[in-house]
């Protein structure tokens, strides 16, 4: 089993900047393949940024290309979501998580609040 816990989250003015950190502990971290959602409220959880389990590959929502970067410290079993150009719809709680060999998002951390004022 892996454990996740978020940081990095707060309030931000529009075109602003965060970085969101997930870090992990248990199960070797490379074992695991973290992906990061997010949820605003009265909506569904939605997914932010992954990397590819066979390639390595960064992908990220359509919504967010091109303005966050998901990138990973193996040292420190850390993964990383940089968030540029923030605008008020990046408002929500975002969550990191973990999916192992069955490919499926088990283990999931606690939350971070981001806040966008315009």
């Known amino acids: 089993q892996v454990q996740l816990v978020e940081s990095g989250g707060g309030l931000v003015q529009t075109g602003g900047s965060l970085r969101l950190s997930c870090a992990t502990s248990?199960?070797?971290?490379?074992?695991?393949?973290i992906g990061w959602f997010r949820q605003a409220p009265g909506k569904e959880r939605e997914f932010v940024a992954g990397?590819?389990?066979?390639?390595?590959?960064?992908y990220y929502a359509d919504s967010v290309k091109g303005r966050f970067t998901i990138s990973g410290d193996n040292a420190k079993s850390t993964v990383y979501l940089q968030m540029n150009s923030l605008k008020p719809e990046d408002t929500a709680v975002y969550y990191c998580?973990?999916?192992?060999?069955?490919?499926?998002?088990?283990?999931w951390g606690q939350g971070t609040q981001v806040t966008v004022s315009s």
């Open positions: 248990g199960r070797s971290f490379s074992r695991y393949n």
């Open positions: 990397t590819s389990r066979t390639t390595g590959s960064p």
């Open positions: 998580a973990a999916r192992g060999i069955t490919g499926q998002y088990n283990y």
